[in-house]
């Protein structure tokens, strides 16, 4: 897969140079296009995005409307239509990564234009790191502008409040203030969770996800309120939002969707691959008996507690499926799990480990031994 760096590119360079000389008076191409490209390849996505977005406040005009005229001529007339990019007609997709940044971080001065060009920006390509500064400045100020979004008849303006306003967007600027009290938010959440696209609902899971982080209870208590005569659209949404929350077993968002203390024996968690070569999979089964005089659901996940370098072995939470028993019941289950290599995680050889946990409850020990290429 190539790297995402490249989409940030030398023929993107001169796609935004191109457009620049449009609508620039007096614009000199060739210096523009040299400070870039002679850096370009040495840099990562957001610092080649940052780099253009360096030189292009150099060339723009100062004055805000000036500016915020220039930008907008920029655009692409498709916008994101089919996966459009940026050409000759114009800027869009990956390109406007480095536009947002440069209102973004210049266009405090004028605070209200900028949010105006930046939710036009947003059906280009997300906004949703460059509004953060507007939040981080004077949150008050721009959630006043920003909550009018909420009824917006394009979709990308209505996920832009979402999505802008996590608090802990990822590669974003984190937003202290609704890290701390996420209270103002939860209107505006309340208001798109039924959004008739999905691309809106999930940035509304994925926002509630990050308030679970530092609020927990709440999120909790807000999932069994929205679960109440939910729809299955709603209750894809909720559960999505509690996903870490589930792993992690919180006691009051599983009674939330219904699931108590689990009421089982596990009569068997056997792994069938006690040696694991890197690369393959890990194979293993589990048996359970329910002890429940009713009818009772249950929500399997499995850890791989995978040894660090120190030799302590650290678990890690993986999804596995739901099921519902009736009392006395049993069941057998088989897994496959792949060991491949992934950026986040580097293995050791020797030991590992294996356990279930079923409705945040952890049941059985097992154990494997990774065997790493020479």
Same mark, same amino acid.
């Given at each position: 897969?190539?790297?995402? %760096?490249?989409?940030?590119?030398?023929?993107?360079?001169?796609?935004?140079?191109?457009?620049?000389?449009?609508?620039?008076?007096?614009?000199?191409?060739?210096?523009?296009?040299?400070?870039?490209?002679?850096?370009?390849?040495?840099?990562?996505?957001?610092?080649?995005?940052?780099?253009?977005?360096?030189?292009?406040?150099?060339?723009?005009?100062?004055?805000?409307?000036?500016?915020?005229?220039?930008?907008?001529?920029?655009?692409?007339?498709?916008?994101?239509?089919?996966?459009?990019?940026?050409?000759?007609?114009?800027?869009?997709?990956?390109?406007?990564?480095?536009?947002?940044?440069?209102?973004?971080?210049?266009?405090?001065?004028?605070?209200?234009?900028?949010?105006?060009?930046?939710?036009?920006?947003?059906?280009?390509?997300?906004?949703?790191?460059?509004?953060?500064?507007?939040?981080?400045?004077?949150?008050?100020?721009?959630?006043?502008?920003?909550?009018?979004?909420?009824?917006?008849?394009?979709?990308?303006?209505?996920?832009?409040?979402?999505?802008?306003?996590?608090?802990?967007?990822?590669?974003?600027?984190?937003?202290?203030?609704?890290?701390?009290?996420?209270?103002?938010?939860?209107?505006?959440?309340?208001?798109?969770?039924?959004?008739?696209?999905?691309?809106?609902?999930?940035?509304?899971?994925?926002?509630?996800?990050?308030?679970?982080? &530092?609020?927990?209870?709440?999120?909790?208590?807000?999932?069994?309120?929205?679960?109440?005569?939910?729809?299955?659209?709603?209750?894809?949404?909720?559960?999505?939002?509690?996903?870490?929350?589930? %792993?992690?077993?919180?006691?009051?968002?599983?009674?939330?969707?219904?699931?108590?203390?689990?009421?089982?024996?596990?009569?068997?968690?056997?792994?069938?691959?006690?040696?694991?070569?890197?690369? &393959?999979?890990?194979?293993?089964?589990?048996?359970?008996?329910?002890?429940?005089?009713?009818k009772q659901s249950l929500v399997f996940d499995y850890l791989v507690h995978f040894k660090k370098a120190n030799g302590d072995l650290?678990?890690?939470?993986?999804?596995?499926?739901?099921?519902?028993?009736?009392?006395?019941?049993?069941?057998?289950?088989?897994?496959?799990?792949?060991?491949?290599?992934?950026?986040?995680?580097?293995?050791?050889?020797?030991?590992?480990?294996?356990?279930?946990?079923?409705?945040?409850?952890?049941?059985?020990?097992?154990?494997?031994?990774?065997?790493?290429?020479?």
């Open positions: 897969m190539e790297p995402f %760096k490249n989409r940030i590119s030398a023929d993107l360079v001169g796609h935004i140079s191109g457009q620049l000389e449009r609508h620039v008076p007096g614009f000199k191409r060739k210096p523009f296009e040299k400070a870039i490209l002679a850096k370009l390849d040495d840099l990562e996505l957001k610092e080649r995005a940052q780099l253009i977005a360096d030189q292009m406040h150099e060339v723009l005009p100062t004055a805000p409307k000036k500016r915020a005229k220039i930008v907008r001529a920029m655009l692409h007339p498709r916008g994101t239509e089919k996966g459009q990019q940026s050409d000759g007609d114009g800027i869009s997709g990956w390109g406007m990564f480095p536009l947002g940044m440069v209102v973004g971080q210049n266009g405090l001065g004028d605070f209200e234009g900028s949010l105006d060009l930046l939710k036009d920006m947003t059906g280009h390509f997300s906004s949703e790191f460059d509004v953060r500064f507007f939040l981080i400045e004077d949150q008050d100020r721009a959630l006043t502008i920003m909550r009018e979004w909420v009824d917006h008849p394009d979709y990308h303006v209505r996920r832009l409040l979402s999505e802008g306003t996590r608090p802990r967007l990822p590669w974003g600027l984190q937003l202290p203030q609704l890290i701390a009290d996420p209270s103002p938010m939860l209107p505006l959440l309340e208001a798109l969770r039924d959004d008739e696209e999905e691309y809106v609902r999930r940035s509304v899971a994925n926002h509630l996800n990050d308030i679970a982080k &530092d609020h927990p209870d709440l999120v909790a208590r807000l999932a069994k309120k929205w679960l109440k005569g939910a729809s299955p659209t709603r209750e894809k949404l909720v559960r999505h939002a509690c996903r870490s929350l589930i %792993k992690q077993g919180h006691t009051a968002t599983l009674e939330a969707f219904g699931l108590g203390a689990p009421k089982i024996d596990l009569t068997k968690l056997a792994i069938k691959t006690k040696k694991v070569r890197f690369g &393959d999979v890990l194979t293993f089964s589990a048996t359970i008996c329910s002890t429940s005089k009713q650290v678990g890690k939470v993986f999804k596995w499926k739901k099921v519902t028993l009736a009392p006395g019941e049993s069941l057998t289950m088989e897994k496959s799990h792949p060991i491949k290599p992934i950026t986040t995680r580097r293995y050791y050889e020797g030991k590992q480990g294996l356990s279930l946990r079923i409705n945040g409850q952890d049941f059985g020990s097992a154990n494997f031994t990774l065997l790493m290429p020479d």
